[in-house]
């Protein structure tokens, strides 16, 4: 039966690093409160003008690619997963596939908004394809330039000093090696809570979600226009991201659990055979809890947000891709990656490397 391998994997980080120091220059927080309550040290910030999440992306994806050992060319679907594209459309899909100068395959490209799930989300898809034949070579990528939209005053203080750039990527292939690839992927949300953690603004919604409370300034009901963006919006930044953090992480750490067990159970497995949990990089906190609650042990859990923060749809990429170069994913192992975030969407995936 064919199955959906891994057959390159590669990340990117920019290089200017911020310190958390650096943050407390802009806002009122510390060193100590990030640390104790995130377990972030610094993260990366691209840079302005010369980087975007499309062109980080398209560096992964050259590392990935590489790693396949496939020309781009050969690439025959795009999979993107990201919440900061560099336009409100077209999305980064088509960027990256012009960025890698592969336009003339006119192959198709797909974006995912699924925010901190996005990469399993993609990976289900592309999976999905790879099964049926549709595709032989899917580039899948996640990739975040958070830095440009976020709120450096002291109102923006408990989302900012999460959030970190980068960019992950993988190159997905059949294969019918007994037992190798994805074992299993599994999808879930709920729109209840969609507000919840959301960057509602510039959008359409002109206040008809009750969820919505403020009053942006919208045009009368007759005049043509002008609600995606208004004057006020501006005059008050009002186009950050917001979140309730509590109510994210009690979420975060029921699902987390939830959707792992759900693998274990499809694939007749238990946390004893999880070889290296890969969780979305969210907060040490919530991957600390998850790795409690499995009685797994430090080498059964891979961690990097204290360098990078939160990536996003590329925390997951990044992760497995340092694991991977650091030899903590081996041939036979299984890994298990889990994601919550934003929506809320969660998931997970059980693959046999
Ligand atoms: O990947 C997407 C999914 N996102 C997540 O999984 C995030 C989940 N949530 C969290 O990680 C945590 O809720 C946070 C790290 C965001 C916040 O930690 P917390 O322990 O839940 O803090 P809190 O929001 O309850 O705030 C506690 C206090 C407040 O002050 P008062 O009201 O007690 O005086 C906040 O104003 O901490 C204050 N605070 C800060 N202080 C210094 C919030 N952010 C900061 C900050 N620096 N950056």
């Known amino acids: 039966m064919v199955k959906t391998k891994v057959a390159g994997l590669g990340y990117y980080v920019p290089e200017n690093v911020i310190t958390n120091n650096e943050l407390t220059k802009h806002m009122d927080t510390s060193d100590e409160w990030i640390q104790e309550r995130t377990g972030i040290k610094e993260r990366r910030y691209a840079t302005k003008h010369q980087e975007t999440t499309s062109s980080m992306a398209k560096k992964a994806a050259e590392v990935a690619i590489k790693r396949a050992g496939i020309e781009k060319e050969d690439i025959d679907f795009i999979v993107f997963a990201t919440l900061s594209p560099d336009y409100y459309f077209p999305g980064c899909g088509v960027l990256l596939q012009r960025e890698l ?209 939160n990536t996003t749809a590329a925390s997951i990429p990044i992760a497995m891709t340092e694991a991977w170069e650091k030899g903590k994913i081996k041939e036979g192992d299984l890994v298990c990656l889990a994601a919550f975030g934003s929506g809320f969407t969660w998931g997970s995936a059980l693959i046999r490397w």
């Open 101 to 309: 100068g592969i336009t003339g395959t006119e192959i198709g490209a797909l974006d995912i908004r699924n925010q901190c799930s996005g990469f399993i989300y993609g990976l289900s898809v592309a999976d999905q394809f790879i099964k049926t034949g549709m595709y032989k070579n899917i580039l899948l990528v996640g990739s975040e330039m958070h830095s440009m939209g976020l709120d450096f005053n002291t109102s923006g203080r408990n989302v900012t000093v999460i959030f970190g750039d980068g960019a992950g990527a993988v190159v997905l292939q059949p294969t019918e090696e007994e037992g190798r690839g994805i074992l299993t992927t599994h999808l879930h949300s709920n729109g209840t809570y969609a507000e919840e953690l959301a960057m509602i603004n510039p959008g359409c919604h002109g206040g008809y979600h009750d969820e919505v409370k403020k009053d942006y300034g919208y045009p009368d009901v007759n005049e043509l226009g002008g609600m995606f963006a208004t004057q006020n919006m501006f005059d008050n930044g009002y186009f950050y991201p917001n979140m309730n953090g509590q109510l994210v992480f009690k979420n975060a750490v029921v699902k987390f659990a939830q959707v792992i067990k759900e693998a274990l159970a499809k694939t007749g497995l238990s946390q004893d055979d999880i070889s290296l949990l890969v969780p979305h990089q969210a907060n040490l906190r919530i991957s600390q809890f998850v790795q409690k609650s499995f009685g797994l042990n430090d080498d059964q859990v891979y961690n990097n947000i204290q360098k990078y923060g």
